[in-house]
């Protein structure tokens, strides 16, 4: 069964400080890892990642993927208040249907 | 260029009644799938359409219906509501192409059952 894990679930910085966040997937003809944003309802998309080693950046934001290894990095730099959100990590399944399995998110707070 | 949009934005139902949500998808594209995302979890699939007809269904019963219409928009069907289908119902859409998939999910609708 197709299956994504993120860690930590839960997270509390202080402004300024740099996160990592975690994703760990093990699904069948991986073809590409997307990385949303939730803040209040809408996930909002950040990042597709389809290529291993090849770091994709927007802002204080960059994220890695390791194909080999089977699992993608989220890195935020500088974090502020506005950072504070639940990150979900999600894989498209086969099938040709796009289905995406979702891990958990971490929610993420960030506090003055 | 209007984003995914969804309605109603809050419902409140009680055990055994019906529901029918709303999706209307971003312009251009022309796939909707629905997810429901309980407290403290990720997004679960439900089903998929697309040219009016489903295409992929997750692990929901029978009791989760949909249809989507020649415009493109989905509705979202639940039948006998059950307390534990209180839970937020997102609606994404989505194009694909060559660089691949990417999902656009609208505001969601916050059921609750009681």
């Known amino acids: 069964e197709d299956k994504v894990v993120q860690s930590p679930l839960s997270l509390v910085v202080h402004e300024g400080d740099t996160v990592t966040l975690n994703c760990s997937y093990e699904v069948t003809n991986f073809r590409s890892l997307l990385w949303y944003k939730q803040e209040k309802k809408a996930p909002t998309f950040l990042f597709m990642l389809t290529s291993s080693g090849i770091e994709k950046k927007s802002g204080r934001l960059s994220s890695i993927l390791d194909k080999k290894e089977l699992f993608s990095i989220l890195n935020i730099t500088a974090t502020q208040t506005g950072d504070s959100a639940i990150y979900l990590c999600?894989?498209?399944?086969?099938?040709?249907?796009?289905?995406?399995?979702f891990g958990k998110g971490t929610k993420l707070t960030v506090n003055p | 260029d209007a984003g995914v949009t969804q309605s109603p934005t809050h419902l409140i139902k009680t055990r055994g009644q019906q529901v029918t949500l709303r999706c209307s998808p971003k312009s251009g594209h022309d796939t909707v799938s629905w997810y429901q995302q309980a407290l403290g979890q990720g997004p679960q699939f439900i089903f998929q359409?697309?040219?009016?007809?489903?295409?992929q269904r997750g692990n929901f019963p029978d009791r989760f219906s949909g249809h989507q219409f020649p415009n493109y928009s989905s509705e979202l069907n639940v039948n006998a509501l059950l307390l534990g289908d209180s839970a937020l119902y997102l609606c994404a859409s989505s194009l694909v192409s060559l660089a691949g998939t990417k999902q656009y999910f609208g505001p969601g609708t916050r059921l609750t059952v009681t």
């Open positions: 359409y697309y040219e009016e007809e489903e295409r």
């Open positions: 999600a894989v498209p399944t086969q099938g040709g249907s796009e289905k995406l399995v």
